[in-house]
């Protein structure tokens, strides 16, 4: 498993292009397509005027022999477990998933940075607790089996 996390500026690209490439398996505080998910997460990062990426952007990408061994409700729980890991599970996010049942299956995390108390979520360091939840997945997965 792969991880890959960017801190973006440009929200509403992100949205259409995941939208566009692929299907909404999952929101956290936020509903809709991607322009009511766009709005809703633009009125959240407008509480912090200081921070210039106020958006997350994240790949998670399953091994091609892998294919096929994850099914809907493991991404969302892998989505999910991944927001707790780098501390954005309270904000709001969306998921969806590309490439579905191919060798290059794999899920975008589009998330605000921006917290209740208006302060933003580090993105420092995030290599390193990205390879340690990819480590932490793949060990489960060969258990699952």
Partial sequence: MVAK????????????????GGELLCTNKCIGNSSDI??????????????????????????????????????????????????FQNNPFAVYIHEENSD???????GSRIQSNNLAVEDGYTHYKNMDFCREIEKNMIYAV
């Fill in 5 to 20: 996390l960017q801190s973006i500026p440009y929200l509403k690209n992100a949205l259409e292009y995941c939208e566009r």
């Fill in 38 to 87: 766009n709005a809703q997460m633009e009125k959240n990062n407008s509480m912090n005027d200081r921070c210039i990426n106020h958006t997350f952007h994240i790949k998670i990408r399953i091994a091609p022999e892998d294919k096929g061994k994850l099914n809907t409700q493991e991404w969302v729980d892998i989505s999910n477990d991944y927001a707790k890991k780098i501390g």
């Fill in 104 to 110: 290059k299956e794999h899920i975008h995390i589009v």
